[in-house]
């Protein structure tokens, strides 16, 4: 096993963090727990550097919430990151993957092969076959440009038409927000024809699902 190397377990699912952290220690590594306090107290508990191999899970609850944004700050400081996550989203995993994470491994598998995964990525062997990774890069190109596509509409609308989707997305009226703004409906009513002009749809019931559907926020 590699000598001098460090494996850093952040994981939030106690039971699992203690069987993988006994199973490791049994093949003679030095195994260390991150602190889930908060982002910045992880990694000042965790001394990331090139001696360490950090297998982290994707979703870590209040405060962290997403795994994905640490692995760029992990790999700054020289660790590697092995991903070990319950989640089967492929997109998630690819952005993973795009952050610098030499892999994963799913929860859902044997113990006895999510420990093969992990000591593979520790003795440095390659653990995401290279057609695997191709694939999920190109699926999270492919959503992003989509994502791009669908929001291009929005991005024409003015401020106020902005704030007007927005309204109308919280299911009030024309009427509603003529009175919470203090202006005429008329006034109102010109921003909402601005919004179906640009978004291509006829009726405002169609405009705020266009606007659910492409994921749209003001």
Request: proline residues 3%; glycine residues 8%.
């Amino acid at each position: 096993m590699s000598a001098g190397l460090r494996v850093a377990l952040v994981e939030d699912h106690v039971l699992l963090a203690q069987s993988v952290g006994l199973a490791l220690r049994a093949e003679g590594l030095d195994v260390v727990a991150g602190d889930l306090i908060g982002e910045q107290e992880l990694i000042e508990s965790l001394s990331p550097g090139a001696d360490m191999l950090v297998l982290l899970d994707l979703d870590l609850g209040e405060p962290l919430v997403d795994g994905v944004r640490l692995i760029p700050v992990l790999r700054q400081r020289g660790a590697r990151v092995l991903v070990v996550t319950g989640t089967t989203d492929r997109l998630r995993i690819a952005a993973a993957v795009e952050a610098g994470a030499i892999g994963y491994v799913g929860k859902h598998q044997p113990f006895d092969e999510l420990l093969d995964v992990a000591l593979r990525a520790v003795r440095g062997e390659q653990v995401l076959d290279p057609c695997e990774r191709h694939e999920l890069l190109a699926a999270l190109r492919a959503h992003r440009k989509d994502v791009e596509r669908r929001s291009a509409p929005f991005r024409a609308l003015t401020p106020k038409e902005s704030l007007v989707l927005d309204e109308l997305t919280q299911g009030k009226s024309v009427e509603s927000i003529a009175t919470e703004w203090v202006v005429s409906e008329a006034t109102v009513r010109t921003q909402v024809r601005g919004v179906l002009t640009k978004l291509a749809v006829r009726s405002q019931l169609a405009a705020v699902a266009k606007a659910r559907a492409a994921g749209w926020r003001s």
